[in-house]
């Protein structure tokens, strides 16, 4: 019996050994390879002042900022950086029909234009766009899991989109005087 005991500790301590060795083996490759988890976005800026209409994606943009220690100031004059948000545009189309005329696949896209400059300076900078497409197949026989799909996927797009933004803002650097 203390023979048999003494033998499943040792396979508890060879498994638990070789479970270690492997997540190191695998925190060693994903190092290696230059992936790394998604984190505080590297802003130039600590105030920004948002204006233009609201966004489907506006209270997200503004989690986001929060949560990147961004404040969000209700004053232009307060601001380090001015964000305009310009607009968005939900689209969706028919991507293939069957033979007798019934949608198989839709494309669903989303875009959102803004542009940014300094209180300071008169100039806005160029327009930019965020422009994101999904494809999903459809069916009537699967009606409202087809419609909840569409949500999902719109809703990713937004989530997309918001990334995107706060990426193409940490490439504003401030000016130097």
């Not at 004059?77 to 545009?89: K, P, S, V």
């Not at 008169?122 to 999903?136: G, N």
Request: charged share 25%; aromatic share 6%.
């Amino acid at each position: 019996m203390l023979n048999s005991h003494m033998q499943q500790n040792r396979f508890k301590n060879i498994s638990l050994r070789a479970s270690l060795g492997l997540a190191l083996a695998l925190s060693l490759t994903l190092a290696a390879c230059g992936f790394q988890l998604r984190g505080v976005a590297e802003l130039s800026f600590k105030t920004l002042y948002i204006q233009g209409g609201a966004l489907s994606i506006s209270r997200e943009l503004n989690q986001s900022f929060k949560s990147n220690g961004i404040q969000v100031v209700k004053e232009a004059a307060d601001a380090e950086l001015l964000l305009e948000m310009l607009g968005e545009i939900n689209d969706k189309r028919i991507l293939s029909l069957s033979g007798g005329g019934v949608v198989r696949e839709y494309e669903l896209n989303y875009s959102v234009n803004f542009r940014t400059r300094a209180p300071a300076s008169p100039t806005w900078s160029a327009v930019q766009t965020v422009q994101l497409r999904r494809d999903f197949s459809y069916n009537d026989n699967a009606l409202l899991g087809k419609q909840d799909e569409e949500a999902k996927l719109n809703a990713d797009m937004r989530s997309d989109a918001i990334r995107e933004i706060m990426r193409r803002l940490t490439a504003i650097k401030p000016a130097v005087n």
